[in-house]
């Protein structure tokens, strides 16, 4: 994909329409292959795929919430289209500050498109960020943010937890837009340093100013990190916001020189969809003013299509992401290509 240059500083230009036309059409997946991942019963909702890759092996966490509160689980799949759950690794706990709340999205995955989307290791183990909070409820109280860590990432095994949140609404820094409850999170590393720091998270999160309408909303922010367990926040305002309703969910992949931003949209206007948003240098991102990436138009989610994680492999782009509809709360893929009429593709 080529990338515009003109004599602006490559780190804080605005990403010209047409390279913003031309994410689009990279990214686009029109075909809806369906459901890939279900709950076990009527009683429970999944939630929040993230996909990384093992020694040729595809593996998902997500998340199970029972009507009480969420548990994060893995399942695996050997052509992306078909998933085996394995089982749990975050559970619930009793008297801990993430008790009922453990909503976990695997950290350092390679970012690459069409890269290994290999999770890398530091100090001998592999990491992940989670949702954590000890109110029971869907979304429930005050949430912040924890970390834990493995050496088994393959394997359904309960993961080490650090014992108290690495961020939270209640801290020194917390901004304005922070100062209420924070939701999901991604960590990612900077490679080329255009932060200064080797750790960036990603996370959307709901301050205590209200809307127009007298409601509050949830924007994403960054925060930074030089040894994965101690972060500060970035800037004074939030990467993407429109105050009103939710900015949410980041992850984000580089195409080429050019870093892309996948998110979802809900309730600036009905409904909840995907969107994108482009960056040179990690911090100064320009949204995509197009159309949705995926909206909804099937039985299954026909009230919500959120929550995005978009790879390419072997020249079809994934896009998994939470559906709400006639089958409840379900996790879903669209590709690029037709993959209910194209059985020649190889795993």
Not at 69 to 84: F, I
Not at 271 to 289: K, Q, V
């Amino acid at each position: 994909m080529a990338c515009d240059h003109n004599g602006a500083s490559k780190s804080q230009r605005v990403v010209s329409i047409e390279t913003m036309n031309t994410v689009f059409e990279t990214v686009r997946t029109p075909h809806k292959y369906g459901i890939v991942l279900a709950p076990p019963d009527s009683t429970k909702m999944v939630d929040s795929p993230t996909i990384f890759r093992v020694d040729n092996t595809w593996y998902m966490t997500y998340i199970v919430f029972d009507g009480k509160g969420y548990e994060t689980w893995l399942a695996e799949s050997a052509d992306l289209l078909h998933w085996d759950t394995k089982g749990r690794i975050l559970s619930f706990t009793d008297t801990t500050w993430d008790a009922s709340q453990k909503a976990g999205y695997v950290s350092l995955i390679d970012i690459e498109w069409g890269g290994t989307y290999q999770p890398r290791q530091q100090n001998g183990r592999y990491w992940l960020s989670y949702l954590g909070g000890s109110s029971q409820g869907y979304e429930a109280g005050q949430l912040g943010i924890g970390l834990a860590s493995t050496e088994d990432i393959t394997e359904p095994l309960e993961w080490t937890r650090n014992p108290t949140p690495i961020l939270s609404a209640s801290d020194a820094d917390a901004r304005w837009y922070d100062n209420l409850t924070i939701y999901k999170s991604l960590i990612i590393e900077d490679t080329e340093g255009v932060t200064g720091h080797p750790y960036l998270m990603y996370y959307n999160a709901k301050g205590r100013e209200k809307d127009a309408n007298g409601e509050g909303f949830e924007s994403i922010a960054m925060a930074v990190s030089d040894d994965l367990e101690n972060w500060k926040r970035y800037g004074e305002q939030p990467l993407i916001t429109m105050h009103q309703g939710i900015c949410g969910d980041a992850q984000i992949t580089k195409i080429n020189d050019l870093y892309v931003m996948f998110y979802f949209g809900a309730f600036w206007r009905p409904g909840a969809f995907e969107r994108f948003a482009c960056s040179y240098d990690l911090i100064h991102w320009t949204p995509w003013e197009g159309e949705d990436l995926i909206a909804p138009s099937e039985p299954y989610d026909k009230q919500f299509a959120h929550k995005p994680w978009v790879i390419k492999w072997n020249d079809v782009v994934y896009h998994f992401y939470n559906a709400v509809g006639d089958q409840g709360r379900v996790i879903v893929l669209a590709t690029s290509k037709d993959l209910r009429t194209d059985t020649t593709l190889e795993p």
